[in-house]
């Protein structure tokens, strides 16, 4: 579904990437992992056009996701890719419903329409009955799941996930990664998740190890 072949990352003298390669199926989750500075990151980023690599290319679906404009990656970033980081940046003035919903509402949709879908999501993520609580009434780990509603609304063929278990408690942290992974699994999606902590990985179908902007010839297979 989704692959980067030979990506290669400058930032001026320093290079993050070098003939960095990655192939992801549907319905797999695959973890990247590495050094602080190793690329890791940047890889992600390359994979789901945030930035564009200096060399090589980035296919979805038969899409040559390097030559579009940053406009077709910004529509493909909005109808395909879903995204979860280490801080979910929820906006305080909305309720947890409403932070859900708002890819779907900017998109075009109808503020009842995606608060309706939005809330279908809360059950499974163990976020019933918090839909109207403000983020400041939120948990670290209860922010976090509304975060990957927000990344699950518009029913993403990918999520990307950059440390989203960083900035949580060992036992929150195994929680919500457990439910992301399993959430995007049962969508059929793919995952694509970045961190430094192999507990984590571990939970993922894949590890791929990330050094110096090199991804390893022999992908770590889950036991």
């Known amino acids: 579904m989704l692959a980067g072949a030979d990506l290669a990352k400058n930032y001026g003298r320093t290079t993050a990437l070098h003939h960095a390669s990655l192939v992801v199926d549907r319905g797999e989750s695959v973890a990247v992992?590495?050094?602080?500075?190793?690329g890791?990151?940047?890889?992600?980023?390359?994979?789901?056009?945030v930035v564009m690599p200096d060399g090589g290319e980035v296919v979805f679906d038969g899409v040559r996701v390097d030559e579009l404009s940053d406009a077709g990656r910004t529509d493909l970033r909005?109808?395909?890719?879903?995204?979860?980081?280490?801080?979910?940046?929820?906006?305080?003035?909305?309720?947890?419903?409403?932070?859900?919903?708002?890819?779907?509402?900017?998109?075009?949709?109808?503020?009842?329409?995606?608060?309706a879908r939005a809330r279908e999501l809360f059950p499974s993520l163990g976020l019933d009955g918090?839909?109207?609580?403000?983020?400041?009434?939120?948990?670290?780990?209860?922010?976090?799941?509304?975060?990957i509603a927000r990344a699950l609304v518009l029913a993403p063929a990918v999520v990307f996930a950059d440390e989203p278990t960083g900035s949580l408690d060992t036992r929150t942290g195994d929680e919500v990664i457990s439910l992301l992974v399993s959430t995007v699994k049962d969508r059929q999606a793919?995952?694509?998740?970045?961190?430094?902590?192999?507990?984590v990985a571990k939970r993922c179908d894949r590890i791929v190890q990330v050094v110096d902007g090199r991804t390893l010839p022999e992908p770590k297979r889950v036991q």
């Open 33 to 38: 992992m590495g050094p602080s500075g190793s």
């Open 40 to 49: 890791k990151s940047t890889l992600l980023y390359c994979l789901s056009g």
């Open 78 to 115: 909005r109808s395909d890719f879903g995204f979860v980081f280490q801080f979910p940046g929820l906006l305080p003035e909305l309720s947890a419903v409403e932070n859900a919903a708002l890819p779907l509402m900017l998109d075009g949709t109808a503020r009842r329409d995606a608060v």
């Open 130 to 147: 918090l839909e109207r609580r403000r983020p400041g009434e939120l948990s670290g780990g209860e922010a976090q799941r509304v975060g």
């Open 190 to 199: 793919a995952l694509v998740l970045v961190t430094h902590d192999e507990r």
